[in-house]
């Protein structure tokens, strides 16, 4: 059978997520990057933009965003080790840590990757050159590759908020966030407990591509945080890879229950992300308000394939900054509150109390005009929000 391809590269912090878990899963892939002839000529006609990862199927099946990826592996009954936990508190709560993986850390993923140039740029030069760059390329194209990609990614940085001002914040909450992590991982060997949940997946992108690969961040980590850097080790293994802890074969945490050291981390959540979703939700209904005539199916923008509307401005830990609003962020979001709507009323009574204990619970009430949707590949606006359909087609979630 012809195995799965999955175009990506290895300092990508989307195409870690997606790696992570198909190793967890056991499934045979070949790993290509953007500088293999075929990206070009076939996967960016067929999703409609240039993007990792996109993951090819033995059958010929395009698929393309790490969420969506797992998706497929869930719903097609092809998990070899489910990220979807069955109980409802857990559910929203791996979600949660989907969502913030992803898109909450990405000021600590792109400051430590791309203002530590004394650390990072030898490496960094030759890691894009081979990643993006064809095959045979000259020393000369593979700088000038590296050059127009690590020039945009600078300019990316400062659009997610890294600026002088924030600098220090940054540096200040990502210990914090290590530090909650690492008391976390003194009992569990993941999130919930004894498997990687689908929290797992979306913190292992921006905690192994960028925080656990490139060489200041890496050090750091390890010096830091020792049992976070085992967690990016194991979560890059097919193996359990728990010996040191007592149950290493260990399930989800009993009874649908969050210990202490995870909501420490979900309270991290609230002070790094809350305010800045919240801005960029009120951004998108402005934006959205001012243009009712977008019919369903389309985002609204002169180029299909741009994924962002607009910049929000808000307060950050006491400092005003500028980010980038990408509707992909309010589809995360919705799937958030979409795994909290399918509940029964007493389960959905329980989690929203547990959110609000750590202070957490206003996420499930933030939402855009519209939902966002995905066809083709790409994020389009759906109809006015109304009633959603169950988050996990064919997985029942205990009561």
């Not at 240039?50 to 010929?60: D, R, S």
């Not at 064809?134 to 300019?155: D, L, N, Q, Y």
């Not at 945490?253 to 981390?265: C, Q």
Request: proline letters at 7%.
């Amino acid at each position: 059978m012809k195995p799965f391809i999955l175009y990506g590269m290895p300092g990508s912090l989307y195409t870690g997520k997606v790696r992570s878990y198909l190793r967890k899963q056991g499934v045979v892939f070949e790993e290509r990057t953007p500088g293999d002839p075929r990206f070009g000529a076939e996967v960016v006609p067929a999703v409609g933009r240039w993007i990792i990862p996109v993951l090819q199927t033995p059958q010929g099946q395009w698929l393309q965003d790490g969420a969506d990826i797992i998706d497929y592996f869930e719903q097609g009954g092809l998990a070899g080790l489910s990220a979807c936990p069955l109980t409802p508190l857990h559910r929203v709560v791996s979600l949660v840590f989907e969502l913030f993986g992803g898109e909450g850390l990405l000021r600590p993923a792109m400051h430590y990757r791309w203002n530590f140039d004394d650390a990072n740029l030898a490496f960094l030069r030759d890691d894009f050159a081979a990643a993006l760059a064809p095959p045979g390329s000259t020393e000369a194209h593979k700088a000038a590759v590296f050059a127009k990609s690590s020039g945009a990614m600078r300019k990316a940085a400062v659009a997610f908020g890294v600026t002088a001002a924030t600098v220090p914040l940054i540096e200040a909450g990502y210990l914090d966030f290590l530090s909650r992590f690492e008391a976390h991982l003194a009992d569990s060997p993941y999130l919930l407990g004894g498997k990687p949940s689908r929290g797992d997946y979306g913190l292992v992108a921006p905690l192994y591509a960028h925080l656990g690969r490139d060489p200041y961040p890496a050090m750091l980590m390890k010096q830091r945080a020792p049992r976070v850097w085992r967690w990016v080790e194991r979560m890059n293994a097919r193996e359990q890879g728990a010996g040191e802890y007592a149950n290493p074969a260990g399930d989800l945490f009993d009874g649908d229950l969050l210990p202490d050291t995870l909501k420490s981390m979900l309270r991290f959540v609230v002070e790094e992300a809350m305010a800045e979703i919240t801005a960029h939700v009120a951004f998108t209904n402005q934006w959205l308000d001012a243009r009712p005539d977008i019919p369903a199916g389309h985002n609204g923008l002169d180029q299909p394939g741009a994924r962002s509307i607009g910049m929000a401005s808000f307060l950050w830990r006491g400092v005003s900054i500028q980010t980038l609003v990408m509707p992909y962020r309010l589809y995360l979001l919705q799937r958030v509150q979409d795994a909290f709507e399918v509940l029964e009323a007493a389960a959905r009574h329980r989690v929203r109390t547990a959110l609000a204990e750590v202070g957490l619970d206003a996420l499930l009430d933030l939402k855009a005009h519209r939902r966002v949707e995905r066809r083709h590949h790409l994020e389009v606006w759906g109809a006015a929000c109304g009633p959603v359909a169950p988050t996990m087609p064919g997985q029942a979630v205990l009561e």
